[in-house]
């Protein structure tokens, strides 16, 4: 399989940071998690992270203007030819633009968007007992997929906790945003002919298996 670079898109809690991990695994593409980027700013307090923070917290989007220059920074760290997989940006048609843009001038094209679909009531379900790791974001579901020993990371050792935007409340709040700021780019990504989509109500094997048939067919040109 050559290096792909791929967008996930979808709903918060559908399985997207998992899938990005196993193609890690599997292919050494780079994840990269605007959620992940700045929730390790928020943690080091740094000026972008102290911005950032209410919004997270709330559920809203971060502005525009803050999360682009981060995001395409680190982006621009990468080595594209490893290939990468990001996931949660863009989330607004306006990042979208600017991620295009900067590709356009030092980076590959985008091999495909992949839409990771799955109903509001087994999102909700799924988010209020996941819970992640505080230092390498491994995550974890109290009920289907806990960690071996309680409270602590499997793969580091590090406390593993429930994120603060992770409440029923403040679910229900991302929920909306996504559809008012993010769902839009599932048109945009029809247009440019990118769009794929995956069912995210299956288990992370299955699920797994619909995206590697996705990229075989891309692979071999179909
Ligand atoms: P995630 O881990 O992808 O669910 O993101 C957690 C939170 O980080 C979101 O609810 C937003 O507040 C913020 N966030 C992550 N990615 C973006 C983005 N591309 N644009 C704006 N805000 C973002």
């Not at 999360?67 to 306006?94: C, E, M, Q, Y």
């Not at 091999?111 to 799955?118: C, E, Y």
Request: contains cysteine; aromatic residues 6%; glycine residues 10%.
């Amino acid at each position: 399989m050559r290096a792909m670079h791929l967008i996930f898109l979808g709903p918060p809690g559908t399985g997207k940071g998992t899938q990005a991990r196993r193609l890690n695994e599997k292919f050494g593409w780079h994840p990269l998690s605007s959620g992940d980027i700045l929730r390790a700013e928020i943690a080091a307090k740094s000026e972008i992270g102290n911005k950032a923070a209410k919004y997270v917290s709330s559920g809203a989007l971060v502005p525009d203007e803050i999360v682009t220059g981060v995001i395409l920074a680190g982006l621009g760290r990468l080595d594209h030819s490893k290939g990468f997989i990001l996931d949660g940006f863009p989330r607004t048609v306006n990042q979208a633009e600017s991620l295009h843009a900067g590709l356009e001038q030092s980076g590959p094209e985008i091999d495909a968007a992949i839409d990771f679909q799955l109903a509001d009531k087994a999102i909700l379900e799924r988010i209020v007992t996941r819970r992640i790791c505080k230092n390498c974001s491994a995550t974890y579901n109290v009920r289907f997929n806990p960690p071996r020993e309680p409270d602590r990371c499997d793969r580091c050792g590090g406390p593993v906790v429930q994120r603060v935007d992770d409440s029923e409340e403040v679910v229900q709040k991302r929920l909306v945003t996504y559809r008012e700021q993010t769902a839009p780019l599932i048109d945009y990504y029809a247009r440019k002919s990118l769009l794929h989509s995956v069912d995210a109500s299956a288990g992370i094997d299955d699920v797994g298996q619909q995206v590697m048939r996705i990229l075989q067919t891309i692979d071999e040109g179909k």
